[in-house]
C-alpha cells in the first residue's frame, strides 16, 4: 500500500460546475411494449439525461450515498459528479437535482487535463472514503469525499494483478466490497474489463480482506465487463457489454456465485438477463445494488454516452428477485 504526499493546505479548491439536468422518464423498458419482467428483474423506471454543460456525460461509474436518492460517481474524462434521484409518488424515478461536476486534481490541487492520467472506470465508496479504478494508467486509488472539496487520492492500493497483464484500455472496470460477514469480510475486489488470462478468462483479484490473491471471471460469449456489485446474499452481480456493427450494442447482468470468487479459482455464474437495441439501452457502463425501504434489492443502471451525440446517458432502474 503507498501513501501519497498530502495535498498543500493553501490549494484552492477545484471549481464545481452545478447543472440543470433535463431528464425525460422512461416508463417502457422493452420499447413498445409494456411488459416488466425481465428474466428475474422488475423494471421500475428510467431517465434519459441531457444538459447544456460540456462537461456532462462520459458517466463511467456510481455508488448512492444514500440508498436510492444521493450519489456520486465518476466520469472517464476525469470527473467526479455528484447529485439526487428525484421520485413521482409512486416512488419511480422522475428527474436529477443538485447536479454538479468537479474535476480531479494533482497533489498541487491543480485540475489535470491529460485524459490517460485521470481515465476513471470504477468506484466504491465506504465510510467517506472513494475507491476509484483508472485504466491507460492502471491503479486503484483512495480519496476522502468532500463535495465541495475534492483533492487528490492520500492512498494508491496494490491490486495484486500483474501491471504487464492489464491491457490499456481494458483495465479495472469493476470496484466493489465483499459481503461484509462472508469469506472475504467486506475486502475490495478488482476486476478488469478485458484483460485475459491464456485461457481467455478475465483478469480479477480480492486485495483486501484474509483471502487475498488473483482469479479470474469466465469470459462468456463476446461480452466484456463493465462495473459490478455485491448481492446481499455474496454472489457479485456483474454488468458487461457487447458492442458489433452488425448488431449495436447490447447489454447483460450475470450473477457470479460467491463461492467461486477464490484465490486461483475461475469464477463464474448465469445470465439473468440480455438487452439488445430493441430495449431502452446505450452503453451501459455503471452499476450500483442497494435496498429498497421495504426490503426490496434494487439495481441501478447508468450509461456513458462517450459525448456523442449519437450517444445518451440513460439511469435505469429494477427490482431483483429471488430467481
Do not use: C
Request: proline share 5%; aromatic share 8%; no cysteine.
Amino acid at each position: 500500500m503507498l501513501v501519497l504526499p498530502l495535498v498543500p493546505a493553501h490549494a484552492e479548491p477545484a471549481p464545481v460546475e452545478r447543472m440543470e439536468i433535463t431528464a425525460r422518464p422512461i416508463e417502457k423498458f422493452h420499447i413498445g411494449r409494456d411488459e416488466k419482467m425481465f428474466g428475474p428483474l422488475e423494471f421500475v423506471g428510467g431517465l434519459e439525461m441531457t444538459a447544456s454543460a460540456r462537461d456532462f456525460g462520459a458517466l463511467s461509474a456510481f455508488r448512492f450515498l444514500m440508498p436510492g436518492k444521493d450519489f456520486v460517481g465518476v466520469a472517464d474524462t476525469g470527473m467526479w459528479y455528484f447529485g439526487s434521484i428525484l421520485r413521482d409518488a409512486a416512488g419511480r424515478p422522475s428527474g436529477v437535482a443538485n447536479f454538479r461536476m468537479v474535476q480531479m486534481v494533482d497533489e498541487a490541487g491543480k485540475p489535470i487535463d491529460e485524459k490517460w492520467l485521470v481515465d476513471a472506470e470504477s468506484l466504491d465508496v465506504k465510510d467517506g472514503i472513494a475507491t476509484v479504478g483508472f485504466e491507460r494508467d492502471h491503479r486503484i486509488a483512495q480519496f476522502r469525499l468532500d463535495p465541495d472539496d475534492m483533492k487528490a487520492p492520500f492512498r494508491q492500493l496494490d491490486f495484486l494483478v500483474p501491471k504487464r497483464e492489464l491491457r490499456q484500455n481494458r483495465g479495472f472496470e469493476t470496484v466493489t466490497r465483499a459481503h461484509p460477514h462472508g469469506q472475504h469480510e467486506g475486502g475490495l475486489v478488482v476486476v478488469s474489463e478485458k484483460s485475459l488470462d491464456k485461457q481467455g478468462n478475465i483478469f480479477a483479484a480480492i486485495i483486501e480482506g484474509p483471502n487475498k490473491g488473483v482469479f479470474t471471471v469466465k469470459r462468456s460469449g463476446d461480452f466484456d465487463i463493465t462495473d459490478g456489485a455485491f448481492l446481499p446474499n455474496g454472489d457479485l452481480l456483474l454488468l458487461e457489454r457487447s458492442y458489433r456493427l452488425a448488431d449495436g450494442v447490447k447489454m447483460r447482468l450475470r450473477r457470479i456465485y460467491g463461492e467461486s470468487i477464490a484465490k486461483g479459482k475461475v469464477a463464474d455464474g448465469p445470465v439473468l438477463f440480455t438487452a439488445d437495441m430493441a430495449y431502452q439501452i446505450d452503453n451501459m457502463e455503471g452499476l450500483d445494488v442497494w435496498q429498497r425501504a421495504d426490503g426490496a434489492t434494487m439495481v441501478s443502471i447508468v450509461s456513458d454516452d462517450n459525448h456523442s451525440i449519437l450517444q445518451r446517458n440513460l439511469y435505469l432502474e429494477f427490482v431483483l428477485h429471488a430467481d
